[in-house]
């Protein structure tokens, strides 16, 4: 087992240390932005027009340039008992490019959870399919990745009975990359299992996005003195 097998391992498999006391609500900031980790340069409006996309089709893998709008907005913190979250709702709208009919639309939140040093991902698409992914960073960080695992309770993949039948999914990675204060760059890769196929399919997707606004307060901290 790789080192990387391991921690993903603790992660997937691994409990928490939050203790016997599970009611007890966790205190915390206001302001989400000075409390967001590694995910803090993520926060605001941005777009991307180097997007490549490598997916399945009947002849073999297709490759396909996208653009993208992606928005990500603080949220007041969030607690389940002791743990305690701050985070990002986030919709990202691809199409490809020089067209206006939707290529890729996703939803959903980025988290960073500070007691364990977690940042948490989770993807949501209006074909069928969800996930929640995972991974350990430091808060200053630049560079992280998350990942989720077909059949896990935590950290997962669940699919509707077509895909899962047609384009399984084993596995997902994202990398993130922050390349300054503007711009920063993903890379995903989602392993697919298809009926036929010799091998598992690698469907990847890049892109790198430039700040085209900043983010608002979240609604605790826009009473606050805070610089947005």
């Known amino acids: 087992m790789s080192n990387e097998d391991g921690e993903w391992s603790r992660v997937f498999r691994g409990g928490d240390s939050y203790g016997t006391d599970i009611y007890t609500e966790a205190e915390g900031s206001d302001d989400t932005l000075a409390n967001l980790g590694p995910l803090r340069v993520l926060a605001g409006r941005w ?9 399945p089709v009947l002849e073999g893998t297709e490759r396909q340039a996208y653009a993208e709008n ?10 389940n008992g002791p743990q305690l979250f701050y985070g990002l709702r986030y919709h990202t709208h691809i199409v ?3 067209e206006v009919e939707t290529f ?3 939803v959903g939140y980025w988290l960073w959870e500070p007691a364990t040093r977690l940042v948490t991902f989770s993807l949501s698409i209006p074909r069928g399919q969800a996930l929640l992914a995972a991974g350990h960073v430091e808060p200053d960080a630049t560079e992280f990745m998350v990942r989720a695992e077909r059949g896990l309770s935590t950290y997962g993949i669940v699919s509707n009975t077509f895909l899962e039948r047609a384009f399984r999914t084993l596995s ?11 711009a ?3 890379e995903q890769e989602t392993i697919l299992e ?4 010799r ?6 997707d890049h892109n790198q996005l430039v700040r085209v606004g900043g983010p608002p307060p979240n609604p605790l901290a826009r009473g606050l003195d805070v610089a947005n």
């Open 47 to 55: 777009e991307g027009t180097r997007g490549s996309d490598d997916h």
């Open 70 to 79: 992606y928005e990500l907005s603080p949220v007041d913190r969030q607690t």
């Open 96 to 98: 490809k490019v020089g």
């Open 104 to 106: 890729h639309d996703q």
């Open 172 to 182: 997902f990675v994202m990398r993130v990359t922050v390349l300054d204060d503007d």
């Open 184 to 186: 920063w760059s993903y």
């Open 194 to 197: 298809i009926p036929g196929a």
């Open 199 to 204: 091998e598992p399919f690698a469907h990847v």
